[in-house]
């Protein structure tokens, strides 16, 4: 099972960035999702990125301002947040599945089987 590391949370004021970062060994091989979870709501997806680093898909609430990218040589995958809202405070987590030279990547958390501890966002101000 993979382990998964992430870093990069932290608090931020409305309209503010950061950038999320998600770290394990032999990552290259697997497509990565980026998952939140606020409090009593469930967790949802927000954007992932195919094994290859050639196709993304994202939560329509996140699209023009969150980037997911990775450095397969790095072992890392990024998540950029842009333009954060309060709506944004939550756990982030990344998840892997495994998908070798794969094109495509889901936002659904059933198709995950690793998962990272979290780190926490929190948009105020």
Not at 33 to 53: D, Y
Not at 57 to 68: A, L, M, Q
Request: net charge positive; aromatic share 8%.
């Amino acid at each position: 099972q993979l382990q998964l590391v992430e870093s990069g949370g932290g608090l931020v004021q409305p309209g503010g960035s950061l950038r999320l970062s998600c770290r394990a060994s032999g990552l290259s091989n697997y497509a990565i999702g980026w998952f939140r979870q606020a409090p009593g709501k469930e967790r949802e997806g927000v954007s992932c990125i195919s094994s290859r680093g050639t196709v993304t898909n994202s939560v329509d609430s996140v699209k023009g301002r969150f980037t997911i990218s990775r450095d397969n040589a790095k072992a890392t995958v990024y998540l950029q947040m842009d333009s954060l809202k309060p709506e944004d405070t939550a756990l982030y987590y990344c998840a892997a599945t495994w998908r070798p030279y794969s094109n495509s990547c889901a936002l659904d958390k059933e198709s995950y089987k690793s998962w990272g501890q979290g780190t926490q966002v929190t948009v105020s101000s």
